[in-house]
């Protein structure tokens, strides 16, 4: 009996468990999307007045994964290699619905996915709860399944490491770019990398070949106190205000995404060829003693994916 991708597969049963090519890669801490649907093409209206509809081809809905720091290094490698200017990386998999014994219950299986998108989560100095990196997927081919208990109590092999997650805070960071003191910015806006990825018609099949376009790389937003912005009043002079912004005055930097102990690095993006755009003055109320700060936002062309733990 077929299931539905987004009702039965992802219903509140225990831990969902992340397959690629064959290796356990770790327990998700959420999943979403993977339906599966049609769309319909409608006619020319003909002498009975009707309005004729018919199905168009399969589509498949992206898939979004949500993870704290465990993974095995094959995912995260994914998301590194995916990163890379003209790199094509897909990787086939299988996403299980399991008990909480990690006996599978239930599978959502993919082909041929591209990740169409990776969101690192925004950094706050004062923050508490823990953070998430998202990653989208968009396979060519998706198909559900029940799974029903196995006699011979057949479950995943998921380490500790991959079960529980490493603790990570948004509040334990560090930001490096060159010639600008980065040692007071507080905030730090969300960093989202996306793809497009286009769909391709092949001969009579009703399903698509899906290829990769472009990587658009977002802003880096970052907040800091005024009274340590003077490299950045500077770099927003000369760039924006007296236009000296070619290539050679663009900046490159790193974002590093620490363990609670603030020594040991979970993630280091790259970020290349920062171009200041913008820079807002928090005015603040009249006789506040709240800590006057500056926001800075600025263009990335290209991040990638260095270090993870």
């Known amino acids: 009996m077929p299931i539905s991708a987004s009702a039965r597969v992802y219903s509140p049963v225990g831990p969902r468990v992340l397959v690629l090519d064959g290796e356990v890669c770790g327990a998700l801490t959420s999943v979403t999307g993977g339906s599966i649907y049609a769309e319909f093409a409608t006619e020319k209206i003909g002498i009975d007045h009707l309005a004729r509809k018919h199905l168009a081809g399969v589509k498949y809905e992206d898939i979004a994964l949500e993870v704290g720091v465990g993974m095995s290094a094959r995912f995260y490698d994914w998301i590194k290699e995916s990163l890379q200017p003209g790199k094509l990386s897909r990787k086939d998999g299988t996403i299980y ?22 969101s690192f989560p925004a950094l706050d100095a004062a923050s508490k709860n823990a953070a998430k990196l998202t990653v989208k997927l968009a396979p060519e081919l998706i198909r559900s399944s029940r799974t029903p208990p196995k006699a011979d109590g057949t479950k995943l092999t998921v380490t500790k490491q991959q079960q ?14 060159d010639g600008l003191d980065c040692t007071h910015v507080n905030k730090i806006g969300p960093l989202v990398a996306r793809q497009a990825v286009v769909e391709r018609a092949v001969g009579e099949l009703r399903d698509y070949e899906r290829e990769p376009s ?32 070619d290539e050679g005055k663009e900046k490159n930097g790193s974002l590093v995404y620490l363990a609670p102990d603030l020594k040991t690095e979970l993630f280091r993006v ?34 990638e994916l260095q270090s993870h733990a």
């Open 214 to 245: 472009h990587w658009d790389f977002g802003n880096l937003t970052v907040t800091l106190p005024e009274s340590h912005a003077e490299g950045w009043h500077q770099w927003h002079e000369d760039f924006v205000i007296k236009g000296e912004n």
């Open 270 to 303: 790259k970020l290349s060829h920062l171009g200041i755009f913008r820079l807002h003055e928090d005015a603040g109320e009249a006789g506040s003693e709240q800590i006057h700060r500056i926001e800075a936002e600025m263009y990335c062309e290209q991040m």
């Open 164 to 177: 529980q997650q490493q603790k990570w805070l948004p509040s334990n960071f560090k930001l490096e770019i």
């Open 97 to 118: 619905v399991c008990d909480y014994d990690y006996h599978p219950r239930g599978s959502l299986a993919f082909t041929h996915a591209l990740i169409s998108e990776v």
